[in-house]
């Protein structure tokens, strides 16, 4: 893991593209509702279910990463939470991504929103660990 000499945030890759700044989830959540402060850490504490992460705040949104990040929280609205999963390939077969942007058939950026608790239901929790897996570099063969 690299560290920003600047900002102090980690990445996997050295001198890995970034908007560097000292940022706050406090700063993302200035503003907001609380009921939608609420959902934000509860779909946090459900994520850590999953597995430990960093929260990585920029200025437009808020990361988690382990090794890379996986998932990104982009917008609080005045009633959903607008989020994206980072995957390996794309999961068209499913009801809860509105939209998935290919990246250079590398990555498939998945994004949903969620308005209540109970969005965070079974398949999106599957699709929260199958992108915290991306986020471990599980998609990465170790050559022997």
């Not at 250079?104 to 308005?115: Q, S």
């Not at 929790?125 to 570099?137: D, F, P, V």
């Amino acid at each position: 893991m690299w560290t920003c000499p600047i900002c102090n945030h980690k990445f996997y890759n050295t001198n890995q593209s970034h908007s560097c700044g000292h940022f706050t989830v406090d700063d993302f959540l200035k503003g907001k509702s609380e009921t939608m402060i609420d959902l934000f850490n509860y779909f946090i504490s459900e994520y850590r279910k999953i597995g430990a992460f960093d929260i990585h705040p920029v200025k437009t949104r808020v990361a988690l990463l382990t090794k890379m990040r996986f998932c990104s929280i982009n917008k609080i609205g005045g009633d959903y939470i607008n989020i994206h999963l980072v995957f390996t390939q794309s999961y068209v077969d499913n009801s809860c991504f509105y939209k998935i942007d290919n990246l250079e058939n590398r990555f498939f950026v998945h994004h949903f929103k969620i308005h209540d608790k109970t969005d965070i239901n079974k398949e999106v929790t599957k699709y929260m660990a199958l992108a915290y897996e991306i986020g471990n570099r599980k998609h990465i063969q170790t050559k022997s």
